[in-house]
C-alpha cells in the first residue's frame, strides 16, 4: 500500500452543507454489530454471534468551543444534517510524496443532550452536544466507504449492502 496517512490538517463542520458550524471537536459515531448468544448441541459452550447487517445505536459528540450560536441551534429538538469536511495529509512512500485526500462524514442526527460547559477567566468553553445519529456515511476523495442508514435498513461497507437480502426477504 503505497499510501499511508498521516494526520487531518483541518475539518470543518456544516449543516445542510451551507451553514458553517464553527469551531468544533467530534468523535464520530462507532458501527456497533448487535450481538445475541447461542448455545446448543454440537457446540462447545456459549458463542457470540453478529447480527448479519444489523446496526446498534449510534452517537457523536461535539465539543463546541462556546455555547453560543451553532451549538445552540444543533440544541433544537428537530432533525439536523451534519457534513464534516476533512483535509488528510498522506505519505505516497513509493514516491516519497506529501499528498492529501477529500474526506467527507455525513450524519442526520438529533440532539440527545447539550451542555453549555463551564466557564473560567483566561479559558475556553467547554460546552458539548450529543446526538442520536440515524444515517451516517463516510467518503474519501467521492468514494463512498460506508453508508448506515438505519431508517432505511441499509448497511453499506465497501460497495456491499448488507441488509439487501434482508430486505429482499421481507418484500422490500
Known sequence: MPKQPAATIQLEAYEDGVNYCGIAKVQLP????????IAGTGMMG????PLYGMVDNMTTKIDWLS???????????????????????????????????ANKYVM?????????GGRAPM????????????????????????????????????????MADIRKALGK
Open 30 to 37: 462507532s458501527i456497533v454489530y448487535p450481538c445475541v448468544t
Open 46 to 49: 456459549n458463542m457470540e454471534v
Open 67 to 101: 455555547p453560543t450560536g451553532d451549538a445552540v441551534r444543533l440544541a433544537t429538538p428537530d432533525k439536523h444534517m451534519i457534513e464534516l469536511r476533512e483535509a488528510e495529509e498522506y505519505w505516497d512512500t513509493e514516491q516519497t510524496e506529501v499528498g492529501i485526500w
Open 108 to 116: 442526520i442526527v438529533r440532539p440527545k443532550s447539550f451542555d453549555p
Open 123 to 162: 479559558g475556553a468553553a467547554d460546552a458539548n452536544g450529543e446526538y442520536v445519529v440515524y444515517y451516517f456515511a463516510g467518503y474519501r476523495d467521492g468514494k463512498q466507504l460506508w453508508e448506515v442508514d438505519k431508517r432505511n435498513m441499509k448497511c453499506v461497507i465497501m460497495g456491499k449492502d448488507y
